[in-house]
């Protein structure tokens, strides 16, 4: 059966990138995580002392020094900027606030699109992010949108805080996944919206093992269309 090439988007905390690494692993594909990308340029400017919004200027002058890599380390899914491990480094609060900002620079995404575009050249991906589907791969031939309601994707991102022995509000988290909607949905450049050919599955009422069953059923059915 061919490969087909896979795109995922949807809002912050919709369980993209979970369900995106268990399908691709089910299936034999390669997942990559363009979220882990923004996140790593974001890194970079932390790490060197620049303030991403107030001097946006720099940050563009240094992007041919950020080489961001995704890796699988035995079956691990890694990420290296400039040959250095920041796969847990990119998960820190910092990193996610960083992020958002880094993705409204035109010139960063006209990078890390271009990169994710080569990366995808061969087919056999499943790749998650905001802009997958409308800008990245709008040729693929599958496009999901995978969401959920405000407040289940809340729940959810608690109870893996809690799961991790961290400490946590809920409120808070609530509030921080309005606001990531709000920055993602509106920003100019590339704004987080449903491609016109893309399958809505809307997973605030489904299990995590429902939504990777019916991602695959999609995936599955798609390559013997295009046998
Ligand atoms: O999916 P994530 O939380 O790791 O994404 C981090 C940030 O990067 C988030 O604010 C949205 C942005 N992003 C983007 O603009 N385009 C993508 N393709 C992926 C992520």
Redesign the pocket.
């Given at each position: 059966m061919k490969k087909i090439s896979v795109a995922i988007d949807g809002p912050?905390g919709a369980g993209k990138s979970s369900v995106a690494k268990t399908a691709a692993s089910v299936l034999g594909y390669v997942y990559i995580d363009?979220?882990?990308m923004?996140?790593s340029v974001a890194v970079y400017a932390i790490e060197n002392g620049i303030d991403i919004a107030g001097e946006r200027q720099r940050l563009i002058k240094c992007l041919g020094d950020i080489d961001i890599s995704l890796r699988n380390d035995g079956g691990r899914q890694t990420v290296y900027l400039n040959d250095v491990d920041v796969t847990e480094r990119i998960r820190t609060a910092d990193a996610?606030m960083g992020?958002?900002a880094v993705?409204v620079i035109p010139e960063v995404r006209e990078k890390l699109v271009s990169e994710q575009k080569a990366m995808a050249r061969d087919g056999g991906v499943i790749m998650d992010?905001?802009?997958?589907g409308t800008s990245v791969l709008p040729g693929a031939e599958l496009k999901i949108y995978l969401t959920a309601s405000v407040a289940e994707r809340a729940k959810r991102r608690y109870n893996e805080n809690i799961e991790r022995g961290m400490e946590c509000d809920y409120d808070e988290i609530e509030r921080d996944v309005r606001k990531?909607d709000e920055?993602?949905m509106t920003r100019e450049v590339s704004p987080l919206r449903k491609a016109d050919d893309a399958v809505l599955l809307d997973t605030s009422d489904m299990t995590f093992d429902e939504v990777v069953g019916a991602v695959t059923d999609m995936i599955r059915e798609r390559e013997a269309d295009v046998l």
């Open positions: 912050a363009t979220g882990a923004y996140r996610s992020a958002s993705a992010g905001r802009d997958i990531r920055n993602d």
